[in-house]
């Protein structure tokens, strides 16, 4: 895999990384990594999505998950503007929420009766309400201004920033997050700034979780370090002394609670996730 721009991808910011790593499409547009999360969790929640790539996890957590707020950051700002194409591509497909009043209601109470008579014996919705046949001969469905659809759904409650996000600050952080997630990201963090740097991102975790937030964590086994150094400037990964079977202790170092093992997001996946609540 390449980056978007055809250079190295020594942040990890690889083209098209989640529709061939995560996504099985035979299941349909969900990230299986999502599926091991408590289905409460996400609900009602601001959430941060550290190293979105082209959002497709920030944009299922906003649509599908009834998240209040997601922020997806990534230090690559073509992935960024990918991930706001993604979220419009979304919206297109979505379709109107079924209980919604026919355009041509009239006021007639015999009308009415018929219209959700019909609503009721229709066939189940279709997932491709405009299909993607009609984006590409007339372009994406217009979002609409968000006091129609309501701060908190989609796509008004999802966008993105680019940004280094273990050396910068987003003006989304002032308000804090409920929960963050970092899926396949601290390798790249680890590479690119050494022990300290992961260090530093685990603190910027900790400190941006609001009181008893949650840190949902998928850290990348030590084995798959070894391709990724290759495009690494040796003096880092040489280096490297924090392994990833020690990050549940720097964490708890750190003020985390215990980590709880989700589970593996595939048969035969090495990866496993950790959910951890903050103490402080
Ligand atoms: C291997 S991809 C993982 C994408 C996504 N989190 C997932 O698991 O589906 C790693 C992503 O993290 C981004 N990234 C790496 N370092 C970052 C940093 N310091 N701040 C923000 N994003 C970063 C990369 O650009 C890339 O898109």
Not at 17 to 29: D, I, L
Not at 145 to 150: I, N, Q, R
Not at 240 to 254: C, K, S, Y
């Amino acid at each position: 895999m390449t980056s978007v721009n055809g250079t190295l991808p020594t942040h990890g910011n690889y083209h098209n990384y989640h529709g061939r790593v995560y996504y099985n499409h035979h299941a349909g547009p969900h990230d299986s990594r999502l599926a091991l999360l408590p289905p409460e969790l996400l609900a009602g929640a601001r959430v941060l999505d550290i190293g979105c790539n082209e959002g497709w996890v920030s944009c299922e957590v906003a649509q599908s998950w009834a998240a209040r707020r997601v922020v997806g950051v990534d230090i690559d700002d073509v992935l960024v503007r990918m991930a706001w194409k993604r979220r419009r591509t979304l919206w297109s497909h979505q379709e109107p929420p079924r209980d919604a009043p026919p355009p041509d209601a009239s006021s007639s109470k015999k009308r009415k009766r018929k219209q959700q008579e019909d609503v009721a014996l229709a066939p189940v919705p279709r997932a491709d309400y405009f299909p993607a046949s009609c984006q590409h001969m007339f372009g994406p469905l217009p979002i609409p201004p968000v006091d129609v659809g309501g701060a908190d759904a989609f796509p008004h409650n999802v966008s993105f920033r680019c940004a280094d996000w273990v050396n910068e600050v987003i003006p989304e952080d002032a308000g804090g997050y409920d929960v963050i997630l970092a899926f396949s990201v601290s390798k790249w963090i680890h590479l690119n700034g050494g022990d300290d740097g992961l260090h530093r991102f685990f603190r910027r975790v900790h400190d941006a979780l609001t009181q008893g937030g949650t840190f949902v964590f998928e850290p990348q086994q030590w084995d798959s370090y070894t391709k990724a150094r290759k495009l690494h400037p040796v003096q880092n990964a040489k280096k490297l002394q924090l392994h990833p079977d020690i990050f549940q202790d720097v964490l708890r170092g750190i003020g985390f609670g215990p980590a709880r093992r989700l589970g593996a997001p595939g048969e035969g996946s090495e990866y496993l996730f950790c959910c951890l609540q903050s103490m402080c």
